[in-house]
């Protein structure tokens, strides 16, 4: 049984920065792709960050250059470092893997609250 378990979320002024973690219960972390999602109240999910197991990384055109997406394959674990954090970055946010050779990410967390105030 997959599971993940985000952390690292909470409220902070806009401007500031966090950190999301994301700890995979899998056998072989380098067969999935990881992904970073989000959800605001009111709008569909979109993908924010993704990376597969090489390190290669593609982002959404509303946080390039202030979010930062990697993983720690011997900890099974990945990370979404937001910076220059804006008050339209508030949503929830879950991170899937997607295993190689699938086309969809058929593993999700809990969901992580992430709010930037003005």
């Known amino acids: 049984q997959v599971q993940l378990v985000e952390s690292g979320g909470g409220l902070v002024h806009a401007g500031g920065s966090l950190r999301l973690s994301c700890a995979a219960s899998?056998?072989?972390?380098?067969?999935?792709?990881m992904g970073w999602f989000r959800q605001a109240p009111g709008k569909e999910r979109e993908l924010v960050a993704r990376?597969?197991?090489?390190?290669?990384?593609n982002y959404a055109d509303s946080v390039k250059g202030r979010f930062t997406i990697s993983r720690d394959n011997t900890k099974n674990t990945g990370y979404l470092q937001m910076n220059s954090l804006k008050p339209e970055d508030t949503a929830v946010y879950y991170c899937?893997?997607?295993?190689?050779?699938?086309?969809?990410?058929?593993?999700w967390g809990q969901g992580i609250q992430v709010t930037v105030s003005s």
């Open positions: 990376i597969n197991s090489g390190g290669s990384t």
């Open positions: 899937a893997l997607r295993q190689v050779g699938t086309s969809s990410y058929g593993y």
């Open positions: 899998v056998r072989i972390f380098t067969n999935y792709r």
